[in-house]
């Protein structure tokens, strides 16, 4: 493994990962076949290395959490509730806990009832189980173009086809999805979901504008579309809230995936679906032939830190960490890139979204960031047709502030050796040295 690693390819990690010369490969289930391992995943490997600077995965910066107030309630489950936290739970999910996500989710304009709420291992889990409810092989997920990689590997063993649907600066284009999903009607498609996330997009940091919600609920209802909206960073805005959730906007057609892993830490993996009542039962019968229930341990500990801690305080922390980090890659990118590069500039959460000239691929260009010692992730990644070759994704959740400089400054280096090699071959136009430094006005993703 080391010595892929060391050779900086993303490729040879793969093949370690998942051997194409597999003993049980013509024994796997087609779904299963199908599988690829993500390059987040592969990524990994080499990018925790200390001397690489890693602006690919989206961790959250735990170390920035009250220990001692952590201890104490993992203390107090044990001491008050230890037997029962220690034993199975219902396939629902603990009711308390069910109850306080319903308040948290209150802060984005739902009324929902704990009644209506399944807990899952993650948000991960619940795309996977209605991905499980919903889809045949052949039928149709359309989704944002760039998406969220975890989702496109869940849908990608049901065997599902996930068309995709640009953004821009303010989300979820209308008329294109109005446009796309007339032409799969037209060609007598099954559209069963609309996979969306609307507030501090991963990987492209947009957010679906307000006055765009309604029409992308419309089109949804008007084509018979269930709507997947994930929302994991909806409480992680840095300078506003974000407009109020699809959920709150038309409960009867939108599923509404919450979870704890950014405001509070992913290791508890605790996440939830706020269901329209009538999927509530057959959720629950998926989510227990998955795997029976959700730790009881983990629920217990989720309901009383949000219960009885002071998690706002804590919250706003957390905002703050992020917020500075945001600014200082921002800040970097404007300082140091080429001409030509261009970027989103998100207002929350953990991503920014990065376009290169056409001419360059960000995959071929990883093995020369690797060894230049900064990691990001290929914007292939985040499609299923094979678009996005000259876009990349970073993080700047988790590197400290001096780190995400250096990791820019490196990483622009490497994009001032591409684009030189380019003009060299003739591939590129020689560019004005006094021009705007990529500063871009709006967005830096897929056209």
Same mark, same amino acid.
């Given at each position: ?66 220990? *001692? ?20 739970? !219902? ?8 109850? &306080? ?6 802060? *984005? ?104 919600? *309604? ?101 706003? *922390?957390?905002?703050? &960490? ?17 001409? !030509? &590069? ?106």
């Amino acid at each position: 493994m080391l010595a892929a690693a060391d050779r900086g390819l993303p490729e040879a990690l793969s093949f370690w990962l998942m051997r194409a010369d597999d003993p049980f490969r013509d024994r796997y289930a087609r779904g299963t076949r199908s599988m690829t391992a993500s390059e987040i995943r592969a990524l990994f490997a080499v990018a925790s290395r200390p001397e690489i600077v890693s602006l690919a995965g989206g961790m959250p910066f735990t170390a920035a959490l009250p220990f *001692e107030a952590v201890g104490q309630v993992l203390d107090d489950v044990l001491a008050e509730e230890g037997p029962a936290a220690l034993q199975y739970a !219902g396939g629902q999910g603990d009711p308390r806990l069910r109850e &306080v996500l319903t308040e948290l989710m209150r802060h *984005e304009g739902i009324r929902g009832s704990g009644g209506d709420v399944v807990v899952t291992e993650g948000s991960q889990q619940a795309l996977d189980l209605l991905a499980r409810m919903f889809c045949d092989p052949g039928d149709v997920i359309v989704a944002e173009g760039p998406s969220y990689v975890g989702a496109l590997s869940a849908f990608s063993q049901y065997q599902v086809e996930v068309c995709h649907v640009p953004l821009d600066d303010d989300g979820l284009d209308p008329d294109a999805l109005a446009t796309t999903l007339e032409r799969l009607e037209r060609d007598g498609r099954r559209v069963k979901l609309l996979y969306t996330v609307p507030n501090f997009h991963n990987p492209a940091g947009v957010t679906l504008a307000a006055g765009r919600r *309604e029409r992308v609920l419309e089109l949804a209802r008007r084509h018979s579309v269930l709507v997947l909206e994930d929302n994991p960073y909806g409480m992680l805005g840095f300078e506003s809230d974000p407009p109020d959730a699809l959920r709150a906007l038309d409960p009867d057609n939108v599923v509404y995936l919450g979870s704890l892993s950014k405001v509070f830490c992913p290791g508890l993996r605790v996440g939830w679906a706020l269901v329209p009542p009538a999927l509530r039962e057959r959720l629950i019968l998926v989510k227990e032939a998955a795997d029976l229930c959700s730790s009881s341990f983990t629920q217990a500990v989720a309901y009383r830190w949000f219960a009885n801690y002071p998690w706002r305080e804590t919250l706003k *922390e957390l905002r703050e &960490v992020y917020r500075e980090r945001r600014d200082v890659m921002l800040d970097a990118l404007a300082e140091d890139v080429p001409e !030509g &590069v261009r970027w989103t500039r998100p207002g929350g959460g953990f991503y920014v979204w990065v376009r290169l000239p056409d001419h360059l691929d960000a995959r071929a260009m990883l093995a020369k960031a690797i060894t230049a010692r900064v990691a990001y992730v290929p914007g292939a990644a985040f499609y299923a047709d094979g678009e996005g070759a000259s876009s990349l994704r970073l993080s700047y959740c988790f590197p400290p502030p001096e780190r995400i400089r250096e990791g820019v400054r490196r990483l622009a280096g490497v994009v001032d050796e591409e684009l030189a090699l380019a003009r060299a071959l003739g591939g590129l136009p020689t560019g004005d040295p006094d021009a705007d430094q990529g500063r871009p006005a709006g967005w830096g993703g897929v056209q």
